[in-house]
């Protein structure tokens, strides 16, 4: 089963390499044809018009090259299928002039291979690709030799190891170098997002065990997750739409893992003076101060308004649409397709009238004070009451979910003109793309489940929030009630989920500021602080009574640290914030 000592010497023909690779296990060969395909990548720029080729290419060289080294580094998830499809579609038409890419062609291929036939063909597919290159050779045998050194290890654990290793024995020089640094300037200049491509790269070269680069990504359990979506990813929703969505899409990921894993800023530490007893003995202290967890700029943000409540933010606070004239066309063509369907009256039944009432009021006349996040969210909404139609109608049993033809005909052409709308629209693009892995969707439930009992503290306080909030939660809880099988539901639980972090956020965020500014003797008291003889001075800040909020807070402070453990994790000190904020409204009431 483990890999076969042949008394190895130098590995420098095509026969050598074929004699030693016949006992090998097919595994050990995959991951020397896939590092050779790697090390063949910068010669696709030599004896090439650059644009011409690298347009097409570029893309479909990186997808079947980073998915056959998945493969072989992460076994535990089987990528064999995945690797199968990138490599038929790396070159749709091979010229078969150029060696370097006939080379890498072929390698891939190999290396996609079931395993079954990856020995068998795995030096004729190298060979190619090591050709009229010395180091390129040294570095082969160089992997050959460290695979027989593996002799008593597991062919899977030896491979993963073999893919650690730098790409190059003996560093990348020559046209290997010069290829490679003209590539990625080419790569720049189609593309700036192509960059995560370039460091993906850089990082084989290196060695490096993570595919990117995802600071305090413990276990490298955001990496793989990225690795997974990258291989399950299909034509049709992801490969097939071209560079710069892909791209774009790709340093989004990346984007959201690396906020999603950062630790939470360095508490401040400086010198507070507090009235530590009855007695009015004043000593100095020093405390650290906790930040409370910032807004998702993914989601609609929140403050608290000038009568106290919790609001959304101002129009101008939050993020726009794709304002190019295309789009503008686009939307004033939206807005009369919603109102016409809208006039269909009661054929649309209630449910449907709700939602189109609150899609055209997410689309308001002039088209700069359009919302991104209500634009999607709203249609997001009858997206999954057109999918629940589409399912019931294939039953002949009576359903609410059920439209009349015209109107289920009406809503199929209004979502196609929007699908177009957000496809050219990067923030709602991305939005679309949005999904949640096998292995985030326990925590993403169990997150919306502690939710609820927070928002039923706030529809039994509605004083504390504005008309426009309680509708928010109203949006929330009707789309919550569609089916949870439908192809939109994961982006509907993820965003409901960062909205409902916002929410949060901003209750904590500006009532905890507040309280601080209006009592300065509680400066750098936000954790374990010593409250004895404090003696709150108002609760007044900026004409702004915050008096409900700390109430609602303190009333709620169980459900509340219940939901902060689960939603932000990051955020240790949040529980024992708010059990200090309930201390001090205890001490303003007395």
Not at 123 to 144: F, H, M, N, R
Not at 266 to 274: C, K, Y
Request: charged content about 25%; glycine content about 4%; aromatic content about 8%.
């Amino acid at each position: 089963m483990y890999p076969v000592a042949v008394n190895l010497k130098n590995v420098r023909s095509q026969s050598a390499l074929r004699d030693w690779l016949r006992d090998q296990p097919s595994v050990c060969a995959q991951v020397i044809i896939a590092r050779a395909a790697l090390r063949t990548v910068p010669l696709l720029m030599l004896g090439h018009q650059i644009a011409d080729w690298l347009i097409f290419s570029a893309l479909p060289v990186f997808r079947a090259t980073s998915i056959c080294w998945a493969a072989r580094s992460y076994s535990e998830h089987d990528m064999s299928d995945a690797a199968f499809h990138a490599a038929r579609a790396s070159f749709p038409s091979i010229d078969e002039s150029h060696y370097a890419i006939v080379a890498i062609q072929r390698a891939i291929d190999a290396a996609a291979r079931h395993e079954s036939t990856a020995s068998r063909i795995a030096s004729k597919a190298i060979g190619p690709a090591v050709k009229d290159s010395t180091e390129a050779w040294i570095s082969l045998d160089s992997d050959c030799h460290w695979m027989e050194s593996q002799v008593d290890v597991n062919p899977k654990t030896a491979s993963r190891r073999l893919n650690r290793r730098p790409l190059w024995t003996r560093g990348v020089g020559g046209f290997h170098r010069d290829g490679w640094i003209e590539m990625s300037i080419e790569l720049q200049k189609i593309d700036p997002n192509y960059s995560v491509w370039i460091d993906w790269y850089e990082r084989r070269i290196r060695g490096e065990r993570a595919a990117f680069d995802i600071p305090s990504d413990k276990y490298r359990k955001e990496d793989k997750k990225i690795l997974r979506r990258i291989a399950e990813a299909t034509d049709e929703d992801f490969w097939g739409k071209g560079h710069e969505y892909v791209n774009a899409t790709l340093k989004g990921w990346l984007d959201e893992a690396r906020a999603r894993v950062a630790p939470p800023p360095e508490p401040e530490t400086r010198n507070v003076s507090a009235v530590l007893s009855a007695g009015g003995h004043i000593s100095a202290s020093t405390e650290r101060v906790w930040p409370t967890p910032p807004q998702d700029t993914g989601a609609i943000a929140y403050s608290v308004n000038e009568q106290g409540k919790l609001d959304r933010l101002p129009n101008s606070d939050q993020v726009h649409l794709r304002d190019v004239p295309d789009q503008r066309r686009a939307y004033a063509d939206l807005r009369e397709a919603a109102a016409e369907l809208l006039g269909e009256g009661q054929r649309l039944g209630h449910r449907l009238k709700r939602a189109l009432d609150r899609f055209l009021q997410s689309l308001p006349d002039h088209f700069e004070n359009a919302e991104a996040y209500l634009v999607w969210r709203d249609a997001n909404a009858l997206r999954r009451l057109h999918s629940a139609h589409r399912e019931a109608a294939k039953s002949i049993e009576p359903d609410e979910a059920k439209l009349e033809p015209v109107v289920a005909e009406g809503l199929g052409g209004l979502l196609d003109l929007f699908n177009n709308f957000a496809f050219a629209d990067d923030a709602l693009r991305a939005k679309d793309e949005a999904r949640i892995s096998l292995q985030e969707r326990n925590s993403a439930e169990a997150e919306a489940t502690a939710a609820i009992p927070l928002v039923g503290a706030i529809l039994a306080n509605p004083e504390i929030v504005t008309s426009e909030v309680l509708d928010d939660i109203a949006a929330d809880a009707e789309n919550a009630e569609l089916p949870s099988n439908d192809p939109y539901a994961d982006q509907f639980l993820d965003q409901s989920n960062r909205t409902k972090r916002n929410l949060f956020a901003a209750l904590i965020s500006n009532t905890w500021g507040a309280v601080k500014d209006a009592n300065p003797l509680l400066q750098g008291l936000a954790v374990n602080a010593a409250y004895d003889g404090i003696k709150l001075a108002t609760t007044v800040v900026g004409g702004i009574e915050y008096a409900p909020l700390l109430e609602f807070i303190s009333a709620n402070a169980p459900t509340l640290q219940h939901y902060v453990a689960i939603a932000f994790p990051n955020f240790e000190h949040l529980p024992s914030l708010i059990e200090n904020l309930k201390l001090l409204w205890a001490k303003l009431r007395n």
